[in-house]
């Protein structure tokens, strides 16, 4: 395979998202690339690049979720179209950065002559000239992977999460607990990490789940909980269901204390009131994906949102050094950088809710 020219300068990046395109690019002490977006009165997009970016290591930094300002479908077609255009003006190398990735949950054929969107949204972004996609914590990685022709790799934000929240675990005995059987793998990779920042043992446990016709059931609780501090782990929070059965069980079996996190905190429907009710005292999520103005009006005072650049920019700036991004995770975990975390969530408030900035805050 040939090598695309590079020019010698920093990463080039873009999005539609200008206060995370500057933070990222702040920390790598990269570009922040400019961009020309029309919306037309049919409902179209025009997006244009201002940057030369000939022979540059480009970067397109978007998530791909549907809000009140556009739909999943308008960002996806959004971020097609400038892909091409970075493409046709020459880009060097060409990285889509998507932490979260619409229809990655459709994986596979659940009833007959299903498509299997996964495969489809791949080939559009291959269509556009992109060499490699990086997204987070990805409902199913094997198919993830498969379903690219190019490299495409996911990344864990679990040692974010963790550095955020070990001052609330405190010395207690805690456990891991996924709230169906299907993410005991990603439950197993966060023990891995909680017991190699803690320097301590931690337990996993789960809780059956059955879906039928869009209802939930399925009461067993695989775990003993009684006493210790559970951290419930998924990879996003939709409409809260799943995440509110187990913390009813656990809270039932006398557990000390309960904190769901996941990475992607979509919080469809009603699922504000019905994770406020339960007996959550923590709901950490990072900001792959913002939050509705409805959302941030409900302003819980038990959701902290833990911004994802200092990991953007550290994969990004592996990348464009030419290095792998296998041990990113666990090297965040070593270096445990509270100047990202200190630094990144000063200033992110929701109201009447100042984010904790200092171990001391965090720990009340």
């Known amino acids: 395979m040939i090598e695309p020219r590079m020019d010698g300068r920093g990463p080039l990046i873009y999005g539609f998202n200008a206060a995370t395109i500057r933070a990222v690019a702040r920390r790598l002490h990269g570009q922040a690339g400019t961009l020309d977006l029309r919306h037309f009165e049919d409902g179209e997009h025009k997006?244009?690049?201002?940057?030369?970016?000939?022979?540059?290591?480009?970067?397109?930094?978007?998530?791909?979720?549907?809000?009140?300002?556009?739909?999943?479908?308008?960002?996806?077609?959004?971020?097609?179209?400038?892909?091409?255009?970075?493409?046709?003006?020459?880009?060097?190398?060409?990285?889509?950065?998507?932490?979260?990735?619409?229809?990655?949950?459709?994986?596979?054929?659940?009833?007959?002559?299903?498509?299997?969107?996964?495969?489809?949204?791949?080939?559009?972004?291959?269509?556009?000239?992109?060499?490699?996609?990086?997204?987070?914590?990805?409902?199913?990685?094997?198919?993830?992977?498969?379903?690219?022709?190019v490299p495409a790799e996911s990344l864990s934000a679990a040692s974010l999460l963790i550095h955020h929240l070990r001052d609330w675990i405190g010395t207690e005995d805690c456990l891991v607990l996924s709230p169906d059987t299907g993410g005991l793998k990603r439950v197993e990779h966060f023990r891995w990490m909680l017991e190699k920042i803690t320097g301590r043992p931690v337990d996993?446990?789960?809780?059956?789940?059955?879906?039928?016709?869009?209802?939930?059931?399925?009461?067993?609780?695989?775990?003993?909980?009684?006493?210790?501090?559970?951290?419930?782990?998924?990879?996003?929070?939709?409409?809260?269901?799943?995440?509110?059965?187990?913390?009813?069980?656990?809270?039932?079996?006398?557990?000390?204390?309960?904190?769901?996190?996941?990475?992607?905190?979509?919080?469809?429907?009603?699922?504000?009131?019905?994770?406020?009710?339960?007996?959550?005292?923590?709901?950490?999520?990072?900001?792959?994906?913002?939050?509705?103005?409805?959302?941030?009006?409900?302003?819980?005072?038990?959701?902290?949102?833990v911004p994802l650049a200092p990991l953007l920019a550290d994969a990004i700036q592996c990348l464009h050094r030419g290095g792998s991004l296998w041990h990113l995770g666990m090297q965040m975990a070593d270096e445990a950088d509270e100047h990202a975390l200190g630094g990144m969530m000063a200033g992110w408030q929701w109201p009447g809710h100042q984010l904790p900035t200092t171990p001391e805050q965090r720990a009340r």
């Not at 446990?205 to 695989?222: A, F, I, N, P, V």
């Open 47 to 149: 997006c244009r690049p201002l940057d030369n970016v000939r022979d540059r290591d480009v970067y397109l930094l978007d998530s791909l979720q549907g809000d009140h300002e556009a739909s999943v479908n308008d960002r996806l077609v959004r971020c097609c179209l400038l892909l091409g255009a970075l493409r046709d003006a020459g880009a060097g190398r060409l990285t889509a950065v998507l932490p979260y990735l619409c229809y990655s949950r459709k994986d596979r054929r659940s009833k007959r002559q299903d498509p299997v969107s996964t495969r489809h949204v791949a080939a559009m972004l291959e269509s556009c000239g992109v060499e490699r996609v990086i997204t987070l914590e990805v409902h199913n990685q094997a198919a993830f992977e498969n379903a690219f022709r």
């Open 204 to 305: 996993t446990g789960c809780m059956e789940k059955y879906r039928s016709g869009g209802k939930l059931s399925g009461e067993r609780l695989m775990a003993s909980v009684g006493g210790k501090q559970v951290i419930m782990v998924d990879d996003l929070i939709a409409s809260g269901g799943t995440l509110a059965r187990a913390a009813v069980a656990c809270h039932r079996e006398g557990a000390r204390g309960i904190v769901a996190i996941a990475t992607h905190g979509l919080f469809t429907r009603d699922a504000p009131e019905r994770l406020a009710e339960a007996p959550i005292d923590r709901i950490l999520v990072t900001d792959s994906v913002s939050q509705t103005e409805t959302t941030r009006r409900k302003a819980w005072r038990n959701l902290y949102i």
